[in-house]
């Protein structure tokens, strides 16, 4: 089982951070890591502890499947503070996911503490994006893809307050894009029933923005601009009362050309070529915002690229409703 070094770990922590869709900058490159987590106007900083996980030790003496962290290198108590999040990981290697424990069940501790994660849970996040165990009554551990590292860090508090088996059957359903029912609620605290809401949410994202990239082939359907830049923009709001997360209710386009065409800057005509608001941009124009107005026009009656399958081609009609609301008349 291979083990990283610190700076490797770091490396881990700071793709996963720009895999969930925000950039990372290291503000402290010593463990535990400070890193700044921002998407467009919103700034988290993040305090990461973090650790290999490991065997489980002698399978005479633990489970066979057990995995674990041990808390070396750092004296107790864990640092919280209102300023950051902080967060208690472990990152298994082979299986590519991170393990998440309960900051402040463990802010104390004696020497070199272990900390376990079955390997079957971290088995079932690679495979739907998040995953949870009891560890003990008071205690689960929750597992996750690194594209959940930000969900996690936004709702670890309330993730980790699910403590029954029954509420974590619920929470685990959730993520893995599985019905849950008002019967099935009814097993969670009133409190905790948003975050199952929110866990369903996440599944439905990660699957959509998985479908979308992929029949694009990783690049803006406008500009064609791979580089780990783009995302799935929804044609129809999942919102509205036609809003859907089929494929071919998506676009994958960079952060620019999304927020041109979020904005009605740009549109996607139902015969996919492109069309730049002239009023709009006659507007922006008179303001002294015209920077980038002729790089803009030559965009005009391109034709965007299309994925290979016609089913995951964007649909004519969702194109012209996407179009009316985002301001278009025809």
């Not at 376990?116 to 003990?136: F, I, M, P, S």
């Not at 930000?150 to 508090?157: C, E, F, G, I, P």
């Not at 199952?196 to 979308?212: G, N, S």
């Not at 980038?292 to 004519?316: A, S």
Request: charged share 25%; glycine share 8%; aromatic share 6%.
């Amino acid at each position: 089982m291979p083990v990283l070094s610190k700076e490797e770990l770091l490396e881990r922590v700071v793709t996963s951070v720009r895999l969930s869709g925000c950039t990372a900058i290291v503000l402290n490159d010593q463990h535990p890591f400070l890193i700044a987590a921002t998407r467009r106007d919103d700034a988290t900083t993040l305090r990461v502890y973090v650790w290999n996980i490991t065997s489980g030790g002698p399978s005479t003496v633990r489970p066979k499947d057990e995995r674990r962290i041990q808390i070396t290198g750092v004296t107790a108590p864990i640092v919280v503070t209102n300023d950051a999040i902080t967060l208690l990981l472990g990152w298994h290697e082979e299986i590519g996911v991170f393990a998440g424990y309960d900051v402040m069940q463990h802010r104390t501790f004696g020497s070199s503490p272990s900390l376990q994660v079955r390997e079957a849970t971290l088995e079932e996040a690679a495979k739907t994006g998040l995953a949870a165990q009891q560890r003990t009554t008071a205690d689960i551990v929750v597992a996750f893809s690194p594209d959940q590292l930000m969900n996690y860090a936004s709702r670890q508090a309330q993730l980790h307050q699910f403590k029954r088996d029954s509420e974590v059957e619920v929470l685990e359903a959730a993520a893995s894009g599985k019905t849950v029912s008002d019967q099935d609620l009814d097993e969670v605290p009133m409190p905790r029933r948003q975050v199952v809401r929110t866990v369903q949410q996440w599944f439905r994202r990660r699957d959509f923005r998985a479908r979308v990239l992929t029949a694009y082939e990783q690049q803006c359907a406008i500009c064609n601009v791979q580089l780990e830049l783009v995302e799935a923009a929804h044609i129809i709001p999942v919102g509205h009362a036609k809003g859907n997360d089929l494929t071919s209710n998506g676009l994958s386009l960079c952060p620019l050309h999304h927020e041109g065409y979020d904005g009605g800057l740009l549109g996607v005509w139902p015969d996919y070529h492109v069309r730049v608001n002239d009023g709009r941009l006659s507007e922006l124009v008179a303001r002294g915002l015209g920077s980038g107005e002729v790089g803009l026009r030559t965009l005009q009656c391109n034709t965007i690229f299309l994925p290979q399958r016609t089913r995951d081609r964007p649909r004519p009609d969702y194109l012209e409703e996407g179009l009316r609301l985002r301001g278009w008349s025809f």
